[in-house]
């Protein structure tokens, strides 16, 4: 029982150290390579596909903050995906 136990106690040690390791190399590659690292050209007439992230208040939709329609509703900021959403959402703010 006793040899069981150190046995476990060892395997759980040896992974916690394997573990350790290999996130060091990992986070030392990764920032090696960070600063470095060339951005890719985007192409001519292609949308960015990063980006802060709002949700379409008519169908739930997340859209790209910088390329989405907005419109500024009573001092609020509103992100649609379409025209379609943004003229539904305006015609239910007028009723």
Do not use: W
């Amino acid at each position: 029982m006793f040899r069981l136990v150190f046995e476990l106690l060892i395997g759980v040690l040896l992974f916690t150290v394997i573990r350790a390791v290999a996130g060091f190399f990992i986070r030392s590659f990764g920032a090696a390579a960070g600063p470095n690292a060339q951005p890719q050209t985007k192409q001519p007439g292609s949308l960015p596909v990063t980006g802060e992230l709002k949700r379409d208040p008519v169908c739930g939709t997340y859209t790209v903050a910088g390329t989405s329609l907005h419109q500024t509703v009573n001092g609020e900021t509103h992100y649609f995906c379409s025209a379609r959403c943004r003229d539904e959402f305006l015609s239910a703010a007028r009723r």
